[in-house]
């Protein structure tokens, strides 16, 4: 796995400064609520979550000017593809 401030370098390093971060990452455990366990939804939340937030971080510092807000965007959408109400995320 790639640390994000190295996929940063070698994005700038290709093709210039960042003008857009689209977060586009996540994972879902596929099992009953009741089943899931505490390292099972620590992996979930790393991909999820963690992985934006270090991703912006990433971002954000080398700038030569801050990202607008409207150039950041975050998806969700993994649990609306499943038909199961259970899933944790």
Same mark, same amino acid.
């Given at each position: 796995m790639a640390f994000p401030s190295s996929i940063v370098l070698q994005t700038r390093a290709a093709l210039g400064e960042?003008?857009?971060l689209v977060n586009n990452?996540?994972?879902a455990k596929v099992q009953d609520w009741q089943d899931i366990m505490p390292e099972d939804w620590g992996v979930v !939340? #790393?991909?999820n979550l963690t992985s934006s937030f270090l991703m912006s !971080? #990433?971002?954000l510092p080398a700038s030569?000017?801050?990202l607008p807000a409207d150039r950041e965007v975050t998806l969700?959408?993994?649990a609306q593809h499943s038909l199961r109400p259970c899933i944790a995320i």
């Open positions: 960042v003008d857009i990452a996540g994972i !939340l #790393a991909a !971080l #990433a971002v030569s000017r801050q969700y959408a993994i």
